[in-house]
Structures are given as structure tokens and as C-alpha cells.
């Protein structure tokens, strides 16, 4: 492979076109039930003080999250500027409690106090398996001892919902973010196994529309 296709590779999907227009697209494709996976469990985490969002789109769960704790302190990492920009007018008032990173997250090197949250909603499905456990290397190595991570995700269930409605659904869903932002990747990364393998446990998992989506909450001290 020739040097100007690895760089193709590793450039970041540009989801720029797509920040005004992004909730409309999901609410058209998937009504209110993104935003209530992403939700699931703001209740648990909403105590956390510093708190790293990775690829939150424009921003609806981190103005939630600073609404909920008005002492939060929020990283915010995207490779769209026009994405950063739309969390910052989510974030209103409390835009001043937001550090926007506009860098692409598999690249970037955390700075500052450990976070004791991490929050990756509908992100990992553009990363790679490979690029999933380098990632949780480097969080890993910027996080306290109890810290949480809040995931949001696609799945495909060991069923024949899964076989004959999900996978194909999602495949189509890859498909159509490849033409329109670039995005490389056409699965479902591993991330769990990335997780455990960086001594992260399971401690609360909710399945939507048959296990479509799945809201969860790992524990870097749940093993």
C-alpha cells in the first residue's frame, strides 16, 4: 500500500457538513431513542468532577451533563471544528466549564488532573478494534482509580433479529456515513475486549429496541 493510502487511512472521518443537521438526521432515522441510550445512566455519573467526552456530535449529552453538575468540568475531544462549535452553543452558560480539543481523538495526548469519567457515545463504531485498545491505553493511563466510562452503541444480538434486521441495518448505516463523511471503518469494533483487557468490568448495561443500541457503564474497578 502506497504511502498516500495510509495517510487516506488514518484521516479522520469529516462529520463538518453534518453538525447542523445532525439531530434532525437522528431523529428522523431513530426518533428519541439515541438521545435516551446516550441518557440511560446520566443519574449515575452525574457526581463526577472531571470528565472526558470523546466524539459527542454536537453536544446534547455534555449540555445535559453540565446541567446536571454545575461543578463539572468537561474535556471535549472532536476532529470537527463545526462539531465543537454546536456543543459550545449547546453548552450555553456553561460553555466556561468546557475544554475543546479539536483534534482527532486517536491521536490525542490527555493533559491536566485524571478524569474520573469517560464518555464515548456512538464514537467507538468509528474506530477500528486496533484502534479501540490504543485508545483505551491512552485514557487508561489518564483516569483516577475508580474512574467510570459511559458508552452508547450499535449492536448486532445472536439472533435472527440480529442476523436479518441488524447487521444489515448497520452495514447500510456504515455505508451511508462512509459516503458522506468518509469514514473508513464498515464494522463493529470489539470494544469490550479493549475494556477488559485495560482492567475496566461491566457494571451496568441497557439493551433498546431488541439490543440494537445498548447503553453501558464500565468500572475501571469492577474486576
Not at 479522520?12 to 435516551?36: C, K, Q, S, V
Not at 463504531?125 to 485508545?135: P, S
Not at 493511563?141 to 433479529?161: G, V
Not at 463493529?188 to 441497557?206: F, H
Request: glycine letters at 6%.
Amino acid at each position: 500500500m502506497s504511502a498516500t493510502s495510509n495517510k487516506e487511512l488514518e484521516s479522520p472521518p469529516d462529520f463538518n457538513r453534518l453538525a447542523h443537521i445532525y439531530r434532525w438526521m437522528e431523529l428522523a432515522t431513530f426518533g428519541p431513542w439515541l438521545h435516551w441510550c446516550r441518557c440511560a445512566f446520566l443519574g449515575r455519573v452525574a457526581d463526577c468532577p472531571r470528565v472526558l467526552v470523546l466524539g459527542d456530535g454536537d453536544g446534547r449529552f455534555t449540555a445535559r451533563l453540565l446541567h446536571a453538575n454545575p461543578h463539572t468540568q468537561i474535556d471535549a475531544v472532536d476532529a470537527s471544528p463545526a462539531m465543537l462549535n454546536e456543543l459550545r452553543r449547546r453548552a450555553g452558560t456553561n460553555a466556561n466549564r468546557v475544554r475543546a480539543w479539536n483534534t482527532d481523538a486517536r491521536f490525542w495526548h490527555p493533559e491536566g488532573p485524571p478524569y474520573d469519567l469517560v464518555v464515548t457515545h456512538f464514537f467507538l463504531d468509528c474506530l477500528t478494534a486496533a484502534e479501540v485498545e490504543t485508545l483505551a491505553m491512552t485514557v487508561g493511563c489518564a483516569i483516577t482509580p475508580s474512574a467510570k466510562w459511559l458508552i452508547s452503541e450499535f449492536a448486532i444480538p445472536p439472533s435472527a433479529y440480529g442476523r436479518l434486521f441488524a447487521r444489515p441495518l448497520i452495514s447500510s448505516l456504515y455505508w451511508a456515513f462512509g459516503r458522506l463523511t468518509g469514514l473508513m471503518v464498515r464494522k463493529l469494533p470489539d470494544y469490550r475486549a479493549a475494556l477488559r483487557n485495560r482492567g475496566y468490568g461491566l457494571v451496568a448495561r441497557r439493551n433498546w429496541l431488541g439490543g440494537l443500541l445498548v447503553s453501558e457503564l464500565w468500572s475501571f474497578n469492577a474486576q
